[in-house]
């Protein structure tokens, strides 16, 4: 089998479900070493199990990506037992409801804490050291929903929309400096986004939305990212998104 990343290191974020695990167990089989965190240290020990079973190597950094010590501190661990860091897949987030009618501020703080400030924590830990190594990777899993906002969606749609423009943003900046820069925006993907919805009518229709006949499975992004880090250094797949064929809308 074919291991084009091979001897790369690759911390992944929001590891313990999803596209997260679906991005670590694909760059495992791709032969990087993965080192993953999550709030759930349960379940990243059980897909340090898992990997380990298939011949992998893994690492669990239990942590909360909106505490920027943790995640900060994610980084340094898997620079200090690993040895570098070449890959970085900013995976976690959340959805919630977030209309302006009624409207609970603390919603939008802290989908943003997630979806947005924890991209910059891990990636203003991570970019030092790719520059030091001389190159490096880094994948921000946004959503087509940053493309397009939507009612009861703007809380969302509106950290997702600040990811993009960041995440452009560093591309730009370090792109000359050998460190290439991707967003990935996944359209409906079977995850448990919905799960943690306040709202029991959104977390409803999220859920069903997610788990549709058809809806893209976690690890059709994990092939993606494969795909997109296994490209020659001088090929960025800077954008590229992802969808369920069945959904045709714009």
């Given at each position: 089998m074919s291991k084009p990343l091979e001897g790369k290191v690759a911390l992944v974020t929001g590891a313990s479900s999803g596209i997260g695990e679906g991005a670590a167990l694909c760059l495992a089989e791709a032969g990087a070493t993965v080192a993953m965190t999550a709030r759930r240290a349960d379940r990243l020990a059980g897909l340090v199990e898992k990997i380990e079973a298939m011949g992998g190597k893994a690492l669990a950094i239990p942590g909360d990506m909106t505490v920027e010590d943790e995640a900060r501190g994610a980084v340094e661990e898997t620079v200090a037992k690993l040895g570098s860091i070449d890959i970085l897949i900013n995976s976690a987030g959340i959805m919630e409801a977030g209309g302006i009618e009624n409207c609970d501020t603390a919603i939008y703080r802290k989908v943003i804490d997630i979806n947005l400030m924890g991209t910059v924590y891990t990636c203003a830990a991570a970019v030092p050291h790719m520059l030091e190594q001389g190159g490096g990777d880094i994948i921000t899993i946004s959503s087509l929903a940053g493309r397009k906002g939507g009612p009861m969606?703007?809380?969302?749609?509106?950290?997702?929309?600040?990811?993009?423009?960041?995440?452009?943003?560093?591309?730009?900046?370090?792109?000359?400096?050998?460190?290439?820069?991707?967003?990935l925006m996944p359209g409906a993907t079977e995850t448990e986004v919905g799960d943690n919805i306040s709202d029991p009518n959104w977390r409803k229709a999220i859920q069903a939305h997610v788990s549709k006949e058809g809806a893209v499975k976690p690890r059709d992004i994990g092939e993606a990212i494969v795909f997109i880090l296994a490209m020659p250094r001088r090929t960025n797949i800077s954008e590229i998104s992802i969808r369920p064929t069945i959904d045709t809308s714009a």
């Open positions: 969606t703007s809380a969302y749609s509106a950290s997702k929309h600040a990811v993009n423009f960041m995440t452009d943003g560093m591309r730009q900046e370090l792109g000359g400096k050998n460190i290439r820069v991707t967003t």
